[in-house]
């Protein structure tokens, strides 16, 4: 009886534990996350620049989106104003960029809690090339032709002949098309908050597989 009884609350204290380690390892892999989803680095903007993003944290006080000058500026300043209102996946701000000058600029949203502490994104390399002309189609002016005169001439029934060739025509060899090779662009490195999040679910299913191990070792023990 006592090793029934031992084996049972054995059995609902691994269960107890492998549900604990999978629901904390799920709720953080399924975290809210803070980032600016676009512009995203080495792009090119002009004119005033939607940034959109999200901002939805369990605990919020209040977002801003900022930007400095270069890759790692040293100093910010804020676009826009101060937002008291959470976002997930929509338009965080709008960025006029027509009174920068040209050049190479970064992004940052910081998004701050109740208590002072805070989570950020950076967004480096964005180019401002508001005095770049963007291409326009070329019109193409067709010429025109002078009036056609035309010359009164006498008609002379003429019958042409007609012979037979002697051989069959030669049909024409198709000219081979050239195809134009295709560039290949590498994609970018993923995100570093994914591939951790990615850890923390192999974490949680090799914690799960690791107590269903103990479990069938302990009651094999106990038999």
């Known amino acids: 009886m006592r090793k029934i009884v031992s084996i049972v609350l054995y059995t609902a204290l691994l269960i107890v534990l492998g549900v604990s380690v999978l629901w904390t390892t799920i709720s953080l892999a399924q975290a809210p996350e803070v980032r600016i989803t676009s512009p995203q680095m080495n792009a090119e903007v002009r004119g005033k620049v939607l940034i959109n993003g999200r901002t939805a944290l ?3 006080d209040y ?22 209102t959470p976002v997930t996946d929509g338009l965080l701000e709008t960025w006029d960029t027509t009174a920068l000058p040209d050049g190479m600029y970064s992004l940052r949203l910081r998004v701050v809690k109740p208590d002072g502490n805070y989570e950020e994104h ?6 401002i090339v508001n005095s770049v002309p963007t291409e326009t189609p070329t019109a193409t ?3 025109t032709l002078p009036p ?20 069959a025509l030669a049909q024409p060899t198709p000219t081979p ?9 590498a994609s970018p490195l993923g995100d570093i908050k994914e591939f951790g999040n990615a850890i923390l679910l192999g974490a ?20």
């Open 58 to 60: 369990p605990e919020f």
């Open 148 to 167: 056609t005169i035309a010359i009164a001439e006498t008609y002379i029934p003429y019958t042409p002949a007609v012979s037979r060739p002697t051989a």
């Open 177 to 185: 098309t050239l195809a134009r090779p295709t560039r290949t662009t």
């Open 63 to 84: 977002y801003k989106v900022e930007f400095g000058i270069g890759p790692q500026p040293a100093d910010w300043a804020i676009v826009g104003e101060i937002h008291k």
């Open 141 to 143: 002016i067709s010429p």
């Open 122 to 127: 950076f967004v480096p390399q964005i180019k």
């Open 204 to 223: 949680g299913a090799m914690g799960v597989i690791f107590v269903l191990v103990g479990l069938i070792l302990a009651i094999r023990r106990v038999l």
